[in-house]
């Protein structure tokens, strides 16, 4: 709707998970650092945790893209509460056969897979997404599948991605021997204020607009109603260029960001904080 009008070869602002628009200010740098850092040592499990929308997902995108040829990926990102069998998973996530084998006959399979790929020189990398879902009793089930791992030659990685809860329940007396195993840990934060406004203007440079549409004050002002989770970041950028867009306003100022997220409110939608934004400085800064 906007694109033309403000000059986008696409929409910058998309909530779909996409490499291409990655920003990597120095929190996301250094999160995709550590995921690359596992894969390079053969980590046994990796672990990578951030709130809701901080960008989690994305960063496995672009791993997914810069993994090497000889590297099997098996991805698994249905983990709610009906995950039900999770080798039945792990093979689908490799495009193993499971159907009508019991569970023996499923690890065995599973195993045969690896053994092979180890043979054939490759390396087999499991990436569960959303893991925060999954039952203490399950992560167990993934250490005790590490097992594969019988001697110093690491056949099989796995990578677990998720909120904070994931790094809580890891915490539990009863995974004790589940977090000796983790290789790698590290917590994605939120952006800060700066960060915020390089990322809002990177993403419109990437999809072919000025940065200036969006001034420091009002990018400052979408950092505090965000709490710079980039998923709520996208979200009010998107609706301040439509609300933009109708009032042919080619700058979405301040007043304009705070229209969308009292509409948002009024709605009964919005993620992002719930009390005003306090009186900004002359460099855009609320205080």
């Known amino acids: 709707m906007y694109e033309a009008f403000y000059g986008f070869t696409e929409k910058p602002f998309s909530l779909l998970p996409d490499p291409a628009f990655l920003y990597l200010g120095r929190k996301h740098r250094m999160a995709l650092t550590m995921l690359q850092y596992g894969m390079m040592n053969n980590a046994g499990f990796t672990v990578i945790t951030g709130e809701i929308g901080s960008g989690k997902t994305t960063l496995i995108r672009q791993l997914l893209d810069e993994i090497e040829e000889d590297v099997t990926v098996g991805l698994i990102t249905n983990t709610h509460e ?56 399950t992560l167990e089930e993934l250490r005790m599948l590490s097992n594969i791992n019988a001697d110093k030659n690491q056949v099989l990685q796995m990578i677990m991605v998720g909120q904070p809860e994931l790094r809580s329940m890891l915490m539990l007396p009863s995974l004790k021997q589940f977090a000796q195993r983790v ?33 420091a ?71």
């Open 183 to 215: 290789s790698v840990s590290h917590h994605l934060d939120a952006l800060n204020s700066e960060e915020t406004v390089k990322y809002i203007h990177h993403r419109i440079s990437v999809a072919g607009g000025d940065p200036a549409i969006f001034p």
């Open 82 to 137: 009906s995950f039900g069998d999770l080798l039945q998973w792990v093979l689908m996530a490799y495009g193993i056969e499971y159907k009508g084998m019991e569970k023996v006959e499923l690890y065995e399979a599973f195993v045969r897979f690896v053994v092979g790929e180890y043979a054939d020189n490759r390396r087999t990398v499991l990436i569960i997404d959303e893991a925060q879902n999954l039952t203490p009793k």
């Open 217 to 287: 004050k009002s990018c400052s002002l979408i950092w505090y109603y965000s709490r710079g989770v980039p998923r709520v970041i996208n979200s009010l950028c998107d609706t301040a260029l439509v609300y933009g867009f109708a009032e042919q306003a080619r700058e979405i100022q301040p007043e304009l960001i705070k229209d969308v997220v009292k509409d948002r409110k009024a709605g009964g939608l919005f993620a992002g904080r719930d009390d005003e934004a306090p009186q900004q400085t002359g460099t855009g800064e609320p205080q």
